[in-house]
């Protein structure tokens, strides 16, 4: 009697499902030895948040001081030296020495305060404060070689995005006033805080205690919040900084806060730091 | 012939039966383990496995507790000797977009038997296309940007380089 499958057959195929059960064992060995059941998830940590009050028994806001800007000495018109001219219909520019420097410059464009309104063809009119001012071409050995070269002013370069914060940090005795503008730009460039100040957590029995200032850097804005290395930072507002998302939640909302009180730890000393936002 | 026959169809049979019972989900999960000790923690809607892959909706990447970025899906897939990992509309949090790329549309890494110390890196995003390399060997991570425009966030972390930009970190 012929059998229905061939030997041969049955034992390569009974060999081939075998070796899938030995693989199969393997992989359910491997599974239950090294391999984890779950997953490990992040479980967010929700708790009441406590309300945060500032009293201000101060009637009004303290205004953000302006800086005031020193006075320039007033310049005299005789320091300025005509050089040379070149004007038409659409375009002026002349050349000028000041303070043993050439110059060239174009029309509204300023030195010394004086700023150029038009020219000539020997002369070239300067106003300031409403009024004006000739000055006449120097010839021959008056102004040496300067007179012969009269450049094309250079096309205007396109400005730059504005990188660094206008805003300063203003000590009104208790408290700091901060600029908005710099918590505006420093929300942005997470990146060019750590260039002026370094923060280390302090880690102990696997959780965090707070925030060390490693380094701020000198006379950056940073050093003017009133910070210095090896300050442990402790809460914000209330918030104590014992993880590295409260730190995070202080960045990320940094530009609602309008005042801030940080406890920091100095040596052994506790004690706080306000500040204002205007 | 019959004995090639045989070995290839014993060749076959491994590689499928190996394939088909690898225990996808539980290599992720150890992956996750292995990210958690780095303080990298991956939450995901939902995780499914197939023949040859797995694929992740849904993810939430934080690190040290923070949520760092997010992205719409992931997808694993291995043929024992070439693997790929591809992430689809990658967004990275808004505050860390001086340091990341906000949006990355797609970003594929490749290894393969045939070029084992490299993973090879492609990435699309709203900064153009960008190609990388991590060398195994070196430690090190190298991606060129092809594009210039749309660099302008994170100009800052990247080098210009005779081909243009690039980033270039110890790993």
Redesign the interface.
């Known amino acids: 009697m012929k059998p229905i499958f061939s030997p041969t057959l049955l034992k390569t195929v009974s060999e081939m499902l075998l070796l899938v059960l030995l693989i199969k064992v393997v992989w359910f060995a491997v599974e239950v030895v090294f391999l984890p059941a779950t997953g490990i998830d992040h479980i967010e940590q929700k708790r009441i948040k406590p309300l945060y009050y500032r009293v201000k028994l101060t009637p009004n806001r303290v205004t953000m001081p302006k800086p005031v800007k020193p006075s320039k000495p007033v310049g005299n018109i005789k320091d300025i030296v005509l050089l040379g001219i070149y004007s038409d219909d659409t375009f002026t520019v002349v050349t000028i020495r000041y303070k043993g420097k050439s110059k060239v410059l174009g029309k509204g464009e300023s030195v010394n305060g004086f700023t150029l309104e038009r020219a000539g063809a020997t002369y070239a009119v300067f106003s300031k404060d409403g009024k004006e001012y000739k000055i006449t071409l120097k010839k021959g050995k008056e102004v040496g070689d300067a007179i012969k070269t009269v450049a094309k002013p250079k096309a205007p370069e396109p400005k730059k995005e504005q990188e660094a914060p206008e805003g300063d940090i203003v000590d009104a005795g208790d408290h700091k006033i901060i600029d908005r503008s710099l918590l505006d730009y420093y929300g942005k460039h997470l990146d060019k805080i750590y260039e002026n100040i370094g923060i280390q957590e302090i880690v102990r029995k696997n959780k965090i205690e707070g925030f060390r200032v490693s380094f701020v850097k000198r006379g950056s804005l940073f050093s003017k919040l009133g910070l210095r290395r090896g300050d442990v930072l402790k809460a914000v507002n209330g918030e104590p900084l014992t993880s590295y998302k409260a730190a995070f939640d202080v960045y990320k909302n940094i530009n609602e806060v309008q005042n801030m009180t940080l406890l920091i730890q100095r040596g052994k000393q506790e004690m706080e730091l306000e500040y204002e936002v205007n | 012939m019959q004995m090639v026959k045989?070995g290839l169809?014993?060749f076959l049979?491994?590689w499928i039966?190996?394939l088909l019972?690898?225990?996808k989900q539980?290599?992720?999960?150890?992956l996750?383990?292995v990210l958690?000790k780095q303080g990298i923690?991956?939450?995901?809607e939902r995780?499914s496995e197939d023949l040859f892959g797995l694929t992740l909706e849904g993810v939430?990447v934080?690190?040290?507790?923070?949520e760092v970025a997010k992205f719409k899906g992931a997808r694993m897939t291995t043929l024992l000797f070439y693997t790929t990992v591809s992430v689809e509309d990658f967004e990275a949090?808004k505050?860390?977009?001086?340091?990341l790329p906000a949006d990355v549309t797609y970003a594929e890494a490749l290894y393969a038997l045939w070029d084992p110390l490299n993973i090879r890196i492609e990435m699309e995003g709203s900064f153009g296309g960008a190609r990388g390399v991590v060398s195994l060997s070196e430690r090190t991570l190298h991606v060129d940007f092809n594009d210039t425009k749309g660099l302008?966030a994170i100009r800052?972390?990247l080098k210009k380089g005779e081909k243009g930009w690039y980033y270039e970190a110890d790993l």
Do not use: C
């Open positions: 045989r169809a014993v049979t491994i039966a190996i019972f690898m225990p539980q290599i992720y999960f150890k996750e383990e958690g923690k991956l939450n995901e995780v939430h934080y690190m040290k507790g923070v949090d505050s860390l977009a001086s340091v302008d800052g972390a």
